[in-house]
């Protein structure tokens, strides 16, 4: 039903220890790629996941497939706890649940033909078989925009644009109802963006689909998502509808990826982003971003900043959100 939950996570952690030495290695630190990250994407919709690159985008999204294990928290996908789950128990999941890769030209396997790799998921799950196999790749690159011809092809034979629509055929192979994009279109050209941003949000009213889009081009974001949240450190720091969140941002972090795209009035007032991410090895004390934030003051070292409501469901965690 069109606003209950599809996926859900709550308080999501993933830390991975770092070792040293070969043979009689130790434990020297822990990356805390994902540190308690909660959201939920409604039936339908799609919640774009923003962010610098080593925020934890891809992990979160990892985590939601549960391609990783995590080390703390919980995802339900449609109510189910999904990492209570045996292995063989996540099969059924597995066809609701799909995901597409961020670079087409290594998520597609060169040695297969393009009907194989469209029909690979129908095979391992049973969900197509003989001619109806077939009848369904064919239907499948049709939709996508490729033609029946290209079934027999092999991806190096592709451009960019066409890998990323034989990957989206792979995606819908199984009748999904949620989709992980881990930022689909950042290694296309700007024509072809345009294209397969059209091609997902065509899909997505024809079938209902739910997207969680994971991407660091804020123009794209804006165009497709309902909801945005604004990852830093491996945390969500602001999250709210599209339209509040563009038009009135309440973190310092937000207010500095909006400053590097925005032009003309909406971009007056706008802060440059100074120095680099720290380490997520060895994050910093209290607030995570005030080692770059204009606003900084004493308490912003000593107190981590809760995740505080705002109005109209736009949360942000900063003690100088107003």
């Given at each position: 039903m069109?606003?209950?939950?599809i996926?859900?996570a709550?308080?999501?952690?993933?830390?991975?220890?770092?070792?040293?030495?070969?043979?009689?290695?130790?434990?020297?630190?822990e990356?805390?790629?994902?540190?308690?990250?909660?959201?939920?994407?409604?039936?339908?919709?799609?919640?774009?996941?923003?962010g610098?690159?080593?925020?934890?985008?891809?992990?979160?999204?990892?985590?939601?497939?549960?391609?990783?294990?995590?080390?703390?928290?919980?995802?339900?996908?449609q109510?189910?706890?999904?990492?209570?789950?045996?292995?063989?128990?996540?099969?059924?999941?597995?066809?609701?649940?799909?995901?597409?890769?961020?670079?087409?030209?290594s998520?597609?396997?060169?040695?297969?033909?393009?009907?194989?790799?469209?029909?690979?998921?129908?095979?391992v799950?049973?969900?197509?078989?003989?001619r109806?196999?077939?009848?369904?790749?064919q239907?499948?690159?049709?939709?996508?925009?490729?033609?029946?011809?290209?079934?027999?092809?092999?991806?190096h034979?592709?451009?960019?644009?066409?890998?990323?629509?034989?990957?989206?055929?792979?995606a819908l192979?199984?009748?999904?109802r949620?989709?992980?994009?881990?930022?689909?279109?950042?290694?296309?050209?700007?024509?072809?963006?345009?294209?397969?941003?059209?091609?997902?949000?065509?899909?997505?009213?024809?079938?209902?689909?739910?997207y969680?889009?994971?991407?660091?081009?804020?123009?794209?974001?804006e165009?497709?998502?309902?909801?945005?949240?604004?990852?830093?450190l491996?945390?969500?720091?602001?999250?709210?509808?599209?339209?509040?969140?563009?038009?009135?941002?309440?973190?310092?972090?937000?207010?500095?990826?909006?400053s590097?795209?925005?032009?003309?009035?909406?971009?007056?007032g706008?802060?440059?982003l100074?120095?680099?991410?720290?380490?997520?090895?060895a994050?910093?004390?209290?607030?995570?971003?005030?080692?770059?934030?204009?606003?900084?003051?004493?308490?912003?070292?000593?107190?981590?900043?809760?995740?505080?409501?705002?109005?109209?469901?736009?949360?942000?965690?900063?003690?100088?959100?107003?």
């Open positions: 069109a606003g209950e939950p996926i859900e709550q308080n999501l952690s993933k830390v991975f220890p770092v070792r040293e030495g070969f043979i009689f290695s130790r434990l020297v630190a990356l805390k790629a994902v540190d308690g990250v909660s959201f939920s994407i409604p039936c339908g919709q799609t919640l774009g996941l923003v610098e690159s080593g925020c934890g985008k891809s992990t979160t999204g990892k985590l939601l497939m549960r391609l990783l294990e995590p080390t703390g928290g919980a995802v339900y996908f109510g189910q706890n999904i990492f209570e789950l045996e292995k063989a128990d996540m099969l059924p999941l597995r066809r609701q649940m799909q995901m597409v890769f961020q670079d087409p030209y998520s597609l396997n060169p040695r297969k033909t393009v009907a194989e790799i469209v029909a690979y998921p129908m095979r799950t049973g969900a197509y078989r003989g109806a196999l077939q009848e369904r790749v239907e499948l690159l049709h939709l996508v925009g490729l033609r029946s011809h290209h079934a027999n092809r092999y991806p034979q592709f451009s960019g644009g066409q890998r990323q629509r034989i990957g989206i055929a792979r192979a199984v009748d999904p949620f989709i992980v994009l881990d930022e689909p279109v950042s290694a296309l050209d700007v024509s072809v963006q345009a294209q397969i941003i059209n091609l997902l949000m065509d899909l997505q009213e024809e079938f209902g689909l739910s969680l889009f994971i991407a660091h081009d804020l123009n794209v974001v165009h497709l998502s309902d909801r945005v949240a604004v990852m830093y491996g945390k969500i720091v602001e999250l709210a509808d599209r339209e509040d969140l563009f038009s009135a941002p309440r973190h310092p972090y937000t207010h500095g990826l909006l590097a795209v925005l032009t003309g009035e909406r971009a007056q706008g802060i440059l100074e120095g680099e991410i720290p380490s997520p090895t994050i910093p004390s209290g607030c995570r971003f005030r080692t770059r934030c204009y606003a900084a003051r004493e308490i912003c070292a000593q107190v981590e900043p809760a995740w505080e409501e705002k109005g109209d469901g736009h949360r942000v965690a900063c003690h100088f959100a107003e």
